[in-house]
């Protein structure tokens, strides 16, 4: 039986500790299904529509993966793509707390389901979504931080001053 896992997120943008994630997912796992967060109340500064499509560009070649959108409950995701497992990334101690209660509620929600962290390459610790708009928004290079595309999306929204 094929094991199949649910990486979810906002990925507003993706970058590449998410690609590293992905990447290191599909080793483990037969199937990765990338899940984009589809909530408006977190104000992304992508849609949801080019969210998935620059996930789709930065993941071209790879297989056994699929990138879908969502809004509700994760745990019921997770129940209609029939998956075993959930991924979440690590990237500092100060991550875990919160990715630890939610990790909990889901097994007290679904308990077949597990959760599994995983870390990124070292190189990518320190970046994050937050920081990657934060830096682009004050024109500052993220090259080497995100895929191309998602560099180039970033310059669209953040002309140089």
């Known amino acids: 039986m094929a094991?199949?896992?649910?990486?979810?997120?906002?990925?507003?943008?993706?970058?590449n500790g998410h690609v590293d994630v992905i990447q290191?997912?599909?080793r483990i796992f037969d199937e990765l299904i990338v899940a984009v967060v589809a909530n408006p109340s977190k104000e992304p500064l992508f849609t949801v529509g080019e969210r998935l499509e620059m996930i789709d560009d930065a993941t071209s070649g790879l297989s056994n993966l699929r990138i879908v959108a969502f809004d509700g409950l994760l745990i019921d995701l997770v129940a209609r793509e029939r998956a075993d497992c959930i991924v979440r990334g690590i990237r500092a101690v100060?991550?875990?707390?919160?990715?630890?209660?939610?990790?909990?509620?889901?097994?007290?929600?679904?308990?077949?389901?597990?959760?599994?962290?995983?870390?990124?390459?070292?190189k990518y610790t320190y970046i994050?979504?937050?920081?990657?708009?934060?830096?682009?928004?004050?024109?500052?290079s993220v090259t080497g931080m995100v895929p191309p595309g998602v560099?180039?999306?970033?310059?669209?929204k953040f002309p140089s001053k």
């Open 128 to 140: 994050s979504s937050r920081l990657i708009k934060e830096v682009s928004s004050f024109g500052a």
């Open 3 to 15: 094991k199949r896992a649910v990486y979810p997120g906002m990925f507003d943008p993706v970058h």
């Open 94 to 122: 100060s991550d875990f707390e919160y990715e630890f209660q939610m990790a909990l509620m889901n097994r007290k929600l679904r308990d077949t389901v597990e959760t599994v962290f995983l870390m990124p390459h070292e």
């Open 151 to 156: 560099e180039k999306r970033l310059a669209e």
């Open 24 to 26: 290191r997912s599909l």
